[in-house]
């Protein structure tokens, strides 16, 4: 990933698979967060140097999406299943993607499974967020 470390501000493992301890899909979600400043072209072209290709935002304004296209091989990117998103800094679904992970390690804690979440966020979504935490 040095390819990318003039452009990025950082990267970020989210998700269920980013809490210790959580059952999750064997499948990393990871999010890079593109420096404001950087273009998107540009972006995308030092990814698909490194063997991606751009899927587009997939209905998630904001987020793009990009997959692995086998041009390229790495040795470590080859052998981690992953998802991979790309939003710039600041970005409302960056955030969102973040809170999953954290809202997850919370659900654990409490002993509570993802069924038992909707339930409650339907009832009361203000309260029950801020009671989390």
């Not at 072209?45 to 091989?73: I, Q, T």
């Not at 040795?75 to 973040?98: F, Q, R, S």
């Amino acid at each position: 990933m040095n390819k990318l470390s003039d452009i990025v501000f950082r990267i970020e493992h989210v998700g269920s698979t980013s809490v210790k301890g959580l059952s999750a899909k064997p499948k990393l979600d990871i999010d890079i967060v593109i420096q404001k400043e950087v273009s998107f072209e540009v972006f995308k072209k030092k990814l698909s140097e490194l063997g991606y290709f751009h899927r587009g935002d997939l209905d998630v304004e904001g987020r793009e999406v990009f997959d692995r296209n086998n041009s390229v091989y790495d040795v470590v990117l080859d052998n981690i299943t992953h998802n991979l998103y790309a939003c710039y800094e600041g970005n409302i679904e960056l955030e969102k993607h973040m809170l999953s992970g954290i809202i997850s390690g919370q659900i654990q804690k409490r002993g509570l499974n993802m069924k038992d979440l909707n339930r409650i966020l339907l009832k009361d979504q203000d309260r029950t967020l801020r009671n989390m935490f």
